[in-house]
Nanobody, 124 residues
Framework: QVQLVEVGGGLVQAGGSLRLSCAASGRSFSNYAMGWFRQASGKEREIVAAIGRSGTTYYTDSVKGRFTISRDNAKNTVYLQMNSLKPEDTAVYSC??????????????????WGQGTQVTVSS
């Protein structure tokens, strides 16, 4: 069992930056692929970025060049650095963990554990 707790959301102006952190409880954090998802009001949940056990990363097209996902296995934490934020980035952001994946999971159904989410609001 893994518990995930996100921190770092908030209100920021367009063009600003935020860093989200997701701390995981339990052992064997390095055996999990980690993902960040977001869900805007009235929209489907979508993947933002993911990082595999080896550190390989995936980004959805709309955030490439602006967001960076990273992990610190010693701290059981995954980060999402978000720069050049746009109003369309406004959503609830959640982190998720997938136990021993074959690659980099991209679908919500691939993930085993979820955090409670944190609101990110970007004003224009």
């Amino acid at each position: 069992q893994v518990q995930l707790v996100e921190v770092g959301g908030g209100l920021v102006q367009a063009g600003g930056s935020l860093r989200l952190s997701c701390a995981a409880s339990g052992r064997s954090f390095s055996n999990y692929a980690m993902g960040w998802f977001r869900q805007a009001s009235g929209k489907e949940r979508e993947i933002v970025a993911a990082i595999g056990r080896s550190g390989t990363t995936y980004y959805t097209d709309s955030v490439k060049g602006r967001f960076t996902i990273s992990r610190d296995n010693a701290k059981n934490t995954v980060y999402l650095q978000m720069n050049s934020l746009k109003p369309e980035d406004t959503a609830v952001y959640s982190c998720a963990a997938d136990w021993r994946p074959a690659g980099i999971p991209r679908q919500p159904s691939d993930y085993d554990y979820w955090g409670q989410g944190t609101q990110v609001t970007v004003s224009s």
